[in-house]
């Protein structure tokens, strides 16, 4: 397991379409994101780095709810990788009573083109679905007991307060994203 860094996103940028398929059974696509003020977009399967915060991450689809939409997605490639396949995906969805959308991105077309390379990489869009939050969760993603300063959770009170997110975002830290070999 390489820890790998997430890179400085395309602030104002918008989402890139995306048609995928969900573990509850239906395809979701662009045109389905909700017009709340704010949306999410994280995850993956195996990942340790995902397992330690994907609580979490259901916590916060809980607190605010009505308010923000997460899309957790999964792109690794399930033929080196089989616990990140369609239908482990399913069971860790049941498993875990995932309150959110888990999208497969078996082309990883859509993580391309958001530019993730790591598992988990947040991915927080305004209103307007622009890219305002490029960063971590948190600064203990092990340990939730040790959280001093919880970036995500500035920067969504920030979108649902109408006021500016602070551009010192920092990385998230994880697993690479698992490429398909060429």
Not at 32 to 45: I, R, T
Not at 112 to 122: I, Q, R, W, Y
Request: net charge negative.
């Amino acid at each position: 397991m390489g820890l790998t860094e997430s890179a400085k996103g395309s602030l104002g940028s918008s989402i890139p379409y995306f048609s995928l398929p969900s573990t509850e059974g239906r395809i979701w696509t662009s045109q389905d994101l909700q017009s709340l003020p704010a949306l999410l977009v994280v995850m993956c399967n195996h990942c340790p780095y995902v397992q330690a915060v994907d609580d979490r991450i259901n916590d916060l689809a809980h607190h605010y709810k009505d308010r923000l939409q997460i899309l957790g997605i999964n792109a690794n490639d399930s033929v080196t990788y089989p616990e990140d396949n369609f239908e482990a995906m399913v069971e860790r969805s049941k498993t875990k009573n995932y309150i959110f959308p888990y999208l497969w991105d078996e082309s990883q077309d859509f993580v391309k083109a958001l530019g993730g390379v790591c598992t988990p990489d947040f991915f927080l869009y305004d209103q307007m679905h622009r890219l305002a939050y490029r960063g971590r969760l948190d600064d203990s993603w092990k340990n939730p007991q040790q959280v001093k300063k919880r970036d995500l959770v500035d920067a969504i009170e920030s979108i649902l307060n109408c006021q500016p997110v602070s551009t010192d975002q920092k990385s998230s830290l994880g697993c690479s994203v698992k490429w398909r070999p060429l």
